[in-house]
């Protein structure tokens, strides 16, 4: 823009002659302008293409966290609720590629974290044809294995959010405390509270979800957040929703019981074999004809001998019942039915 346009510009906004000091303050302002245009447009085109976000100003950055601390009178943004700079770097990367990029709650550093750093290293990386040594990208991360940490890790990218005009702080709080909500709901009986792991899952679910539902990240003309209403209308997605249901407890119901063959007024037999020991850790004494054969139940009540043997039992009671002496039930291994032993070959053959 050339002197001439500035007067003639200034003409006919001020329908008079512009004095000395105001063509020279427009004019001023138009130098700075088309410099600051140029520059963007020649970092747009020699930008790097290494995956590594762009570096904010350091007065600029002062200038956007000064407007943040103001308009969050109530949040004091020192320590840990204070994001690092490579965190906001990261949150404008998706407001300058107009791409919705899942930043995970881990990487949310503090500048806290960040000033005490880390061993920068290099590598080697291929750009523009030519094999060149750069730093390497930072992936230092912070605990979130309590729902303190993970509050914390939130709640500065929420900050940077707002930092990067994607959404407002308020609209990135509501959806967390809808995450940490699931935590203070009751569950069934039987289940458990959503873990941690959970809303993270479903944190990362509802951004990948974004990215099919929001086209730009930018704020509109009206002064609303696209990324920040559609984040919220999530909320009653069943599909993300499901994420924070309660899971079943492990191995907090025993499996139901196998059907007795027996009457309820009978012990089931236990598989013990004459040469283990008995209740008493002793082996009972054994007839000849039940060398090797079962003789306890499974409470340790012993089957009748007399029933199993060609001698037979006195007693006279029917066969399954008990006497004196114990069960009749055969002895015969893999067996125990309501017979004696002696008859087991024709109950088997039947």
């Known amino acids: 823009m050339s002197a001439a346009d500035i007067d003639g510009f200034l003409r006919g906004a001020l329908q008079r002659a512009p004095t000395i000091t105001e063509a020279a303050a427009v004019r001023r302002l138009a130098f700075e302008s088309q410099t600051i245009l140029v520059a963007s447009l020649r970092q747009l085109v020699e930008q790097k293409d290494d995956g590594q976000p762009r570096k904010i100003g350091a007065a600029e950055r ?9 308009s969050l009178g109530g949040i004091r943004i020192v320590d840990e609720c204070e994001p690092s700079h490579n965190l906001l770097d990261r949150c404008c990367q998706i407001h300058e590629t107009n791409s919705i990029k899942y930043i995970e709650p881990a990487t949310c550093t503090s500048r806290s974290v960040e000033v005490q750093g880390g061993v920068k290293t290099k590598e080697l990386a291929f750009e523009a044809g030519a094999l060149v040594m750069r730093d390497k990208e930072d992936k230092t991360q912070v605990p979130t294995t309590t729902e303190m940490q993970l509050h914390y890790a939130l709640l500065r990218r929420g900050i940077g959010f707002q930092f990067a005009r994607l959404m407002t702080f308020e609209q990135h709080s509501i959806w967390t405390s809808y995450l940490f909500s699931a935590l203070q709901r009751d569950p069934p009986p039987g289940y458990s509270r959503p873990s941690l ?14 990215g099919s539902l929001v086209s730009s990240v930018r704020m509109k003309p009206d002064g609303t957040f696209p990324m920040g209403e559609a984040l919220l209308e999530l909320r009653n997605d069943p599909a993300i929703a499901l994420h924070l249901s309660p899971l079943a407890k492990t191995g907090s119901q025993a499996p139901p019981p196998r059907p007795s063959p027996y009457p309820a007024s009978q012990s089931a037999p236990f598989q013990a074999k004459s040469k283990g020991k008995g209740k008493k850790g002793k082996t009972p004494p054994m007839p000849a004809e039940l060398r090797n054969k079962w003789h306890r139940t499974q409470n340790g009540e012993p089957l009748c001998f007399g029933f199993n043997t060609s001698k037979g039992c006195p007693s006279g009671v029917a066969d399954g019942q008990r006497c004196s002496r114990g069960w009749h039930l055969c002895a015969e291994p893999k067996c125990l039915q ?13």
Request: aromatic content about 2%.
């Open 62 to 70: 002062e200038t956007r966290m000064a407007d943040i601390k103001r």
């Open 197 to 210: 792991h959970q809303l993270v899952s479903c944190d990362k679910a509802a951004f990948a979800r974004l």
């Open 338 to 350: 309501p017979h004696s032993m002696l008859q087991h070959a024709k109950k088997a053959g039947a």
